[in-house]
T-cell receptor, first 112, second 112 residues
């Protein structure tokens, strides 16, 4: 079956510390993968998307980066977190030829 | 570019009341339309979809009809339950695109 995994579920990190959030999909190949951020009380903001290994498109310039080291793995990183990086991060997958996203369960990041 | 406009929330209803959440869109061509639901602390789940004009998507008692003449995809449910309390997102995916456009979300609160 096709599934998407995202971890950790919650994370509390100090300002200036690094970040690594991981997302993996199973049961498919060459998926389109996405990272979104959802700030409290606000809508979804597309951060990065990837249509293949090593291919990353950035939608919003900021303190974050993304990498896709393997076909079914998508990583969101930061070298030094800011308070404004707090939020709910969602990984999503759009299967080839599919009609809608499948989202991961999300990571609640609090930068203190 | 493509855009999705949802009614402002929160929408507050009593149990068994009728629900309508308005969604209108602007897009070129013939997009596919979606409603996603996000329960507290979770990722988004696809609720229903419609891929062409006059299609009706339905799931879990929710319905939405793709109205090309009014560029709308309003979400309705005849009798809401407390468990329907969540944030609802309207979205579109343009033909040939792999980046959906989301509305800002509408929070629904259902009281017993």
């Amino acid at each position: 079956s096709q599934t998407i995994h995202q971890w950790p579920a919650t994370l509390v990190q100090p300002v200036g510390s690094p970040l690594s959030l991981e997302c993996t999909v199973e049961g498919t190949s060459n998926p389109n993968l996405y990272w979104y951020r959802q700030a409290a009380g606000r809508g979804l903001q597309l951060l990065f998307y990837s249509v293949g290994i090593g291919q990353i498109s950035s939608e919003v310039p900021q303190n974050l980066s993304a990498s896709r080291p393997q076909d079914r793995q998508f990583i969101l990183s930061s070298k030094k977190l800011l308070l404004s990086d707090s939020g709910f991060y969602l990984c999503a997958w759009l299967p080839q030829g599919a009609w809608g996203y499948t989202f991961g369960s999300g990571t609640r990041l609090t930068v203190v | 570019g493509d855009s999705v406009t949802q009614m402002e929330g929160p929408v507050t209803l009593s149990e068994e009341a009728f629900l309508t959440i308005n969604c209108t869109y602007t897009a070129t061509g013939y997009p596919s339309l979606f409603w996603y639901v996000q329960y507290p602390g979770e990722g988004l789940q696809l609720l229903l979809k419609a891929t062409k004009a006059d299609d009706k998507g339905s799931n879990k008692g929710f319905e939405a009809t793709y109205r090309k003449e009014t560029t709308s995809f309003h979400l309705e449910k005849g009798s809401v339950q407390v468990s329907d309390s969540a944030v609802y997102f309207c979205a579109l995916l343009g033909g040939g695109s792999y980046i959906p456009t989301f509305g800002r979300g509408t929070s629904l609160i259902v009281h017993p």
